[in-house]
C-alpha cells in the first residue's frame, strides 16, 4: 500500500496524514472546506518544523513530506487512487455511514477502508459497504505524530489478511498496533472514558476540586495529565458522545454519563477546541488555569 487517502483535516486527520507522509506514502487529504484543508497544511508543517528543531527529523525529510501531501475537496478525486482510506471525521455515527457508502462506491475495488473512530461499531460501519471483510477500525490516539498506539479494531466480517496487512501498515509507520475486537469502546475508551466519567461526577458531588482531582490522578498514578485535563483535551462532547454509545451498548448504569458534562457540553464548553472546559485555554500562559466556573471546589 502506497497510496492513502485520509478523509478529515482536523486534530486528528492532519496528524494521520502528517505520519503516512512522513513515512514514504502519497497521501491524499480530503476535506469540504478549503480553507480547513489549508489550516491543516499549515499545522503539519509547524509539527515538522517542532520535529526538526528537536533533532528528530531533518529538513529534506521535513520537504519531502509536505510534497508527500495533496489535498482535495471531492470525495471522488481524493479516493480514487486509494489502496488505503482512513476515515477521521466527527464522531458522528450518520456521518460515518454516509462517508462509508461513498467511499466504497469511489475507491478502487481492492482499497482497505479504515475509520479513525473511538467507539463507533465497525460492524456497523462496514455494513453499509459492499466489502465489510476489507473494513477495519485503524483508531489512532492524540497526538498522532507523538502517540506510539494504533488501536486495531476487527469488525464481525474483517479478514485475516486485511488485518495483517493493517497491522504491518502500522509498524511502518514506527506505531505499535494493537489488535482488539469490536465491542463498544474497544478497548482504549471502554476503561478510559469511566474513569474521566468518574471524575467528573466527583467534582460535580463536590468530593474535590479539578485541581485536587488532576493532582491525585497524576502524583498518585503516574499519570502524564489528569482525567480532567485529558478529557478537555479530548473533547468533552466527544466524551459525551463515547459514553452514549457505552451505555446504549452495554445497559449498564456506570457508563451512563454525569450530568455536568452534558450541561458543560450543551453550554458550548468543550474544552481546548473551545477554549473553555475544566480548565480556561483562552489566555496565552502555558501554565494550566482552573475555569472561573470551578474555582472553588464545590459547585455552586
Excluded: W
Excluded at 195 to 207: D, T
Amino acid at each position: 500500500m502506497r497510496n492513502v487517502a485520509v478523509i478529515g483535516s482536523g486534530t486528528m486527520g492532519n496528524g494521520i496524514a502528517h505520519v503516512f507522509a512522513q513515512h514514504g506514502f502519497a497521501v491524499s487529504l480530503i476535506d469540504i472546506s478549503e480553507d480547513a484543508l489549508n489550516r491543516a497544511l499549515a499545522t503539519i508543517a509547524k509539527n515538522l518544523d517542532r520535529q526538526v528543531a528537536k533533532g528528530t527529523l531533518t529538513e529534506q525529510i521535513k520537504n519531502d513530506t509536505l510534497l508527500h501531501i495533496g489535498t482535495f475537496t471531492d470525495l471522488k478525486m481524493g479516493v480514487q487512487q486509494a489502496d488505503l482510506v482512513v476515515e477521521a471525521a466527527t464522531e458522528n455515527v450518520d456521518v460515518k455511514l454516509k462517508l462509508f457508502r461513498d467511499i466504497d462506491q469511489y475507491a478502487p475495488a481492492h482499497a482497505i477502508l479504515a475509520s479513525n473512530t473511538s467507539s463507533i461499531s465497525i460492524t456497523k460501519i462496514a455494513a453499509a459497504t459492499s466489502r465489510p471483510q476489507q473494513v477495519i477500525g485503524m483508531h489512532f490516539m492524540n497526538p498522532v505524530p507523538v502517540m506510539k498506539l494504533v488501536e486495531v479494531i476487527k469488525g464481525y466480517a474483517t479478514s485475516e489478511e486485511v488485518t495483517e496487512k493493517i497491522m504491518a501498515t502500522s509498524r511502518k509507520l514506527h506505531k505499535i498496533p494493537v489488535e482488539v475486537n469490536d465491542f463498544p469502546g474497544f478497548i482504549s475508551n471502554r476503561i478510559l472514558m469511566p474513569m474521566i466519567n468518574e471524575a467528573i461526577y466527583s467534582l460535580y458531588e463536590g468530593v474535590a476540586g479539578v485541581e485536587e482531582i488532576d493532582t491525585v490522578m497524576k502524583l498518585g498514578m503516574a499519570h502524564p495529565m489528569g482525567p480532567l485535563q485529558l478529557a478537555d483535551f479530548i473533547g468533552l462532547d466527544v466524551c459525551l458522545s463515547i459514553l452514549h454509545v457505552l451505555h446504549d451498548g452495554f445497559g449498564q448504569p456506570k457508563y451512563f454519563p454525569c450530568p455536568l458534562l452534558s450541561n458543560m457540553v450543551m453550554a458550548g464548553h468543550k474544552g481546548v477546541k473551545s477554549g473553555i472546559g475544566f480548565y480556561d485555554y483562552s489566555h496565552d500562559s502555558k501554565e494550566l488555569v482552573v475555569s472561573d466556573r470551578f474555582k472553588k471546589s464545590q459547585l455552586v
